[in-house]
Nanobody
Framework: QVQLVESGGGLVQPGGSLRLSCAAS????????MSWYRQAPGKERELVATITSFGSTTNYADSVKGRFTISRDNAENMLYLQMNSLKPEDTAVYYC????????WGQGTQVTISS
């Protein structure tokens, strides 16, 4: 049973920072490329960032490049997303999953950027 538990979201002012965490279990985490996704109200879920199995390669959506950093700790089955210089358009529910997603998704964590 795949389990993905996101945490770390909250309300932050524009220009602020947040660090999201994802605790993964039920699969061979260390062998699988992982991603962060987000879904804003009324929009489709979009791919935000991806990291390869051992963290050697990362990829980012153009909208977050230079502001967000994805990382992982394979020993702890943890995935992270450091978000800096946050903008109102970053407001969304953020999810973690494999780059080619499992059918099971977590509850996500709400990120709200507002003054």
């Amino acid at each position: 049973q795949v389990q993905l538990v996101e945490s770390g979201g909250g309300l932050v002012q524009p220009g602020g920072s947040l660090r999201l965490s994802c605790a993964a279990s039920g699969f061979a985490f260390s062998t699988i490329p992982m991603s962060w996704y987000r879904q804003a109200p009324g929009k489709e879920r979009e791919l935000v960032a991806t990291i390869t199995s051992f963290g050697s390669t990362t990829n980012y959506a153009d909208s977050v490049k230079g502001r967000f950093t994805i990382s992982r700790d394979n020993a702890e089955n943890m995935l992270y997303l450091q978000m800096n210089s946050l903008k109102p358009e970053d407001t969304a529910v953020y999810y973690c999953n494999a780059r080619y997603p499992f059918a099971s998704w977590g509850q996500g964590t709400q990120v709200t950027i507002s003054s």
